[in-house]
């Protein structure tokens, strides 16, 4: 008796309240009706009761149908079908006439021939115009009510119970579900309440609701501490758990990459999200043609941007004749207009290019770049609408694709990744152009992991750059998916990435 009083006096206020309620009522809406407190402190309180094992709580689920939107509309109106019968009524009507008479919409008028030809009470009338009459059969279902819109009137009164449904209800639920908006099913969860032994015992002793749960000094002044019992306080009792702040793995991988490229002596550059095509695919000697510039593929946006008119000319006469630099160019008329068209930059190259056209640099020198970019890509595991990239490249006299290869390999094993291949591939700005692959070993295949190239003659010329410049872009999110060995890149970003595995990464760096 002892030990259940001291349990009695370690129940929380709202504990205390519920209990004696338990006998009589086992479902949270009941309490809540005679009570006057709110289900969620009532579903607090059943938890810790539960915690204490005093009651055992069981979980119910049921599905509720409620009206969507074009429901609570037919409930008032009458299914488009309905409508469409009484429309045409005795009368021959056409398509358009029948519209503009039922205020229904095309695609509502449409389904209703339909259908109704299919059951055969729908006739055409020849002439000039098709013309639409209802035959006997159909003229008898003009004022009878379908099983369809008598369920929508119930539903209108009340939220019904799918399980519960008569056979008749059902056949109209199911067919009413597969049209747009007029049925939605909401999961219900109710909890029903068992009191334990331990409960049932608790409930026979009196509980004291008037315990004092904080001492404050206006208790000690007036002494009401001699005059009432304290609350327990269970120092052992299961807390939720606090997750702290902690760095993203993603964000931890963007850490480890400046580190490495600052370690090897790069500089790192910066520049917008929303680019010009300009800068993004006609600086780097991208053609206006070109496949990359099909809406498929890039976000553009509706304004125009502001290009450099002095370098913009040397940009169309690379593109028209070649310039200076040994080719012929394409051969085509470069549009200024083309050039101005903004966009979400699909690569972060053209933050390589507005440096080279605007910070005027000298080799020799080194510089990286990380940042988001943005291409009309299909999600799936290895591919997202928007993602990051690194970039970077060296300029300086002697540079050869030995040099690259070097620099690829080195950034690699500084990131812990050893089994890397090399092979040839094309790019519009770079000659010769090449692949980095690395094997996944979560994914047990090999995976694009960075595109690099030599920058072509003709990408140079309009900048006055005559030596070598060797260049790379990488997918941040797959090489994060290597290192933190995940099989999907929604983990590395995006609301779909698994919580508890972002609260229990380990940083590496």
């Known amino acids: 008796m002892q030990d259940l009083k001291r349990l009695a006096n370690t129940l929380h206020p709202l504990e205390r309240k519920v209990l004696p309620l338990l006998e009589k009522n086992k479902d949270v809406k009941s309490i809540a009706n005679i009570s006057g407190l709110q289900e969620v402190e009532i579903l607090r309180a059943l938890q810790w009761l539960e915690n204490k094992e005093i009651i055992k709580l069981n979980t119910s689920e049921k599905k509720i149908l409620k009206l969507d939107v074009n429901g609570l509309k037919y409930a008032k109106t009458g299914l488009p079908e309905s ?14 006439d029948i519209k503009k008479n039922s205020e229904l919409s095309n695609e509502e008028v449409n389904v209703c021939v339909g259908l109704f030809k299919r059951k055969g009470i729908l006739d055409t009338v020849p002439g000039q115009q098709v013309k639409f009459k209802l035959n006997e059969s159909g003229l008898k279902l003009i004022n009878q009510k379908s099983i369809e819109e008598r369920l929508l009137e119930r539903l209108k009164i009340k939220d019904l119970e799918l399980d519960k449904l008569n056979p008749e209800d059902k056949f109209a639920f199911e067919n009413l579900i597969k049209r747009k908006e007029i049925i939605k099913i909401h999961d219900e969860e109710n909890k029903i309440i068992e009191l334990t032994e331990l409960g049932k015992e608790l409930l026979k002793i009196k509980l004291d609701l008037d315990l004092i749960e904080t001492l404050n000094p206006e208790i000690i002044k007036n002494e009401e501490w001699k005059k009432k019992n304290f609350r327990i306080y269970d120092i052992k009792a299961n807390v939720p758990k606090v997750y702290g702040g902690r760095l993203h793995p993603l964000q931890e991988t963007m850490n480890q990459i400046r580190k490495i490229f600052m370690n090897m002596g790069f500089k790192e550059m910066e520049g917008p999200l929303v ?12 053609p206006q043609d070109h496949p990359a ?7 553009f946006l509706q304004q125009e941007g502001k290009i450099p008119e002095e370098l913009a000319k040397k940009i169309a006469i690379e593109h028209e004749s070649g310039g200076k630099s040994g080719s012929k160019g394409y051969g085509y008329k470069w549009d200024p207009k083309i050039a101005k068209q903004l966009l979400l930059r699909t690569h972060t190259t053209a933050t390589t290019f507005r440096y080279f056209g605007e910070k005027n640099i000298k080799a020799p020198a ?7 970019i943005f291409r009309n890509e299909a999600i799936d595991a290895t591919h997202l609408p928007e993602f990051h990239q690194s970039e970077g490249f060296i300029m300086d006299e002697g540079l050869t694709l030995r040099d690259l290869m070097g620099y690829i390999k080195e950034f690699y094993n500084n990131m812990g990744i050893y089994k890397i291949k090399f092979k040839p591939t094309y790019n519009p700005y770079t000659e010769p152009s090449m692949e980095c692959i690395g094997y996944n070993e979560q994914l047990e295949k090999w995976v694009e992991l960075i595109n690099s190239g030599v920058f072509r003659p003709e990408s140079l010329e309009p900048y006055g750059i005559n030596v070598p410049v060797i260049a790379w872009g990488l997918g941040v999110e797959r090489l994060a998916m290597m290192i933190h060995q995940q099989k999907d890149i929604r983990n590395m970003l995006g609301a779909t990435a698994d919580l508890n595995w972002l609260r229990k990464h380990k940083v590496k760096w």
């Open 83 to 96: 409508i469409f019968l009484k429309t045409l009524d005795e009368k021959s009507l056409s398509l358009e």
């Open 275 to 286: 680019e010009t095509a300009f800068w993004c695919m006609d600086s780097m000697w991208i």
């Open 293 to 299: 510039r099909d809406v498929q593929d890039t976000f």
């Open 366 to 372: 080194k510089y990286f770049y990380i940042g988001r």
